[in-house]
T-cell receptor
Framework: EAGVTQFPSHSVIEKGQTVTLRCDPISGHDNLYWYRRVMGKEIKFLLHFVKESKQDESGMPNNRFLAERTGGTYSTLKVQPAELEDSGVYFC??????????????FGEGSWLTVV | QKEVEQDPGPLSVPEGAIVSLNCTYSNSAFQYFMWYRQYSRKGPELLMYTYSSGNKEDGRFTAQVDKSSKYISLFIRDSQPSDSATYLCAMSGGYQKVTFGTGTKLQVIP
């Protein structure tokens, strides 16, 4: 069974440009999460989708970040315009429906973003 | 103060040693406790998952949760060079949002 896949794996962009990260969750996983790790810090929650609905977006840092999950399948995370402090690794994760399974979360390998 | 505290290490042990990794936390609402293993340039991989207090064993790995002390541990017996990785503790209140520690980098020397 395919795991959580993310694209691109690496991206280098200039400050002020736009980057869109894509995540394909494990098939059947209604829950989809975005997390981020910036240099030297812990992995931090950004937001959580249940199917196509945003369940919790309390971790989104500001309005330069836009996440979508049209159709409840794959998700995109757009950063526009990118700033230097946005550099880091962006992880997508997914889990099965239901509260008990909500903490068995499977992570992708991450999209490594460098803003120069 | 961070909700989850974890010593970043690095921790270096000889092959075959018993490894003890620990985290403390401050949020009493946490009910689910996880340990993830992360190899360099890879995503976190779920290793152990425990609900509430108690112990859980899986092969060479044992996870312990002491909610009264807000302290969780991961023990690795007969450590192997392939165990060399960063170990992340993580926890949640059951509302899907997971809070991570910074991770402890472990190196097992052959």
């Amino acid at each position: 069974e395919a795991g959580v896949t993310q694209f691109p794996s690496h991206s280098v962009i200039e400050k002020g440009q736009t980057v869109t990260l894509r995540c394909d969750p494990i098939s059947g996983h209604d829950n989809l999460y975005w997390y981020r790790r910036v240099m030297g810090k812990e992995i931090k929650f950004l937001l959580h989708f249940v199917k196509e609905s945003k369940q919790d977006e309390s971790g989104m840092p500001n309005n330069r970040f836009l996440a979508e999950r049209t159709g409840g399948t794959y998700s995109t995370l757009k950063v526009q315009p990118a700033e230097l402090e946005d550099s880091g690794v962006y992880f997508c994760a997914s889990s099965l429906p239901g509260t008990d399974s909500g903490n068995t979360i499977y992570f992708g390998e991450g999209s490594w973003l460098t803003v120069v | 103060q961070k909700e989850v505290e974890q010593d970043p290490g690095p921790l270096s042990v000889p092959e075959g040693a018993i490894v003890s990794l620990n985290c403390t936390y401050s949020n009493s609402a946490f009910q689910y406790f996880m340990w993830y293993r992360q190899y360099s340039r890879k995503g976190p991989e779920l290793l152990m998952y425990t609900y509430s207090s108690g112990n859980k064993e899986d092969g060479r790995f044992t996870a312990q949760v002491d909610k009264s002390s807000k302290y969780i541990s991961l023990f690795i017996r007969d450590s192997q060079p392939s165990d060399s990785a960063t170990y992340l503790c993580a926890m949640s209140g059951g509302y899907q949002k997971v809070t991570f520690g910074t991770g402890t980098k472990l190196q097992v020397i052959p």
